[in-house]
């Protein structure tokens, strides 16, 4: 690989967060092309030819452009085999893909902006209830699923894909004010998983367009 990935990016974004976590945990040096998400960065006509879905991430690799979080984590995974994302038991293979595709699929989307915007009632700006009630409900799934799967981390004692995708979630989560007491074991893997030397990496405070001007309560959210 003779030229550096490049990473198309928002800090907060937690589909960007994923694809940090997993170039990080595969030891690959990128740089970080950050897309101002609240300026409307991603809807212009110049990154429209680089993702035409209009969102983060896009990453360009070995002379090509690739979208969407899990796609591009696959990618990672068959073109870096070193640290695999995935178990060598194939029941554990299936289980991993499945968490990943629960968050991803199930919770992470009925929380976007453009979703919440769209269900709002009149005089609203975001409809906060209509995803509080889908991340809860998601949440009471995911727990039972990784309390009969875990070991240290979702699946086994091995980070997985299952982990990548857990992270960023369970921050949004608390940035929705869900209450995470009931869900003990989706809290302790989240525990274990971040004093990992490549979650601490990817952490959105530690990104290049992290804005100065946070609050103490906003940064509370990603430590």
Same mark, same amino acid.
């Given at each position: ?20 976590? +997993? ?34 991430? *896009? ?22 085999? &070193? ?8 029941? &554990?293979?299936?289980?991993?893909? *499945?968490?990943?595709?629960?968050? +991803? ?25 209509? *995803? ?29 894909? +299952? ?9 949004? *989560? ?32 530690? &990104? ?16």
């Amino acid at each position: 690989m003779s030229i550096k990935p490049i990473l198309f990016s928002s800090w907060s974004s937690s589909c960007s967060w994923r694809v940090r976590i +997993a170039l990080h945990l595969k030891d690959i040096d990128f740089t970080i092309k950050p897309v101002n998400t609240s300026k409307g960065e991603h809807k212009t006509k110049e990154f429209q030819e680089i993702n035409p879905m209009k969102h983060v991430p *896009a990453l360009k690799i070995d002379g090509k452009t690739l979208i969407e979080s899990l796609a591009i984590i696959n990618y990672l995974d068959e073109a870096f085999p &070193q640290k695999p994302f995935l178990p060598t038991n194939i029941y &554990q293979r299936a289980q991993s893909r *499945a968490i990943a595709d629960v968050i +991803a699929s199930g919770i992470q989307p009925l929380q976007n902006m453009k979703v919440l915007k769209y269900t709002a009632k009149e005089g609203e700006s975001l409809n906060l209830n209509f *995803a509080r009630h889908w991340i809860k409900e998601g949440f009471e799934s995911l727990e039972e699923i990784v309390s009969s799967s875990s070991g240290k981390f979702c699946v086994g004692n091995e980070v997985t894909i +299952a982990d990548i995708v857990l992270i960023p979630q369970v921050t949004k *989560a608390r940035q929705f004010k869900i209450d995470l007491t009931p869900f003990p074991t989706i809290c302790r893997i989240e525990k274990d998983l971040k004093v990992l030397e490549a979650f601490h990496k990817a952490n959105p405070l530690r &990104q290049p367009d992290c804005p100065n001007d946070l609050t103490d309560y906003n940064k509370s959210f990603f430590e």
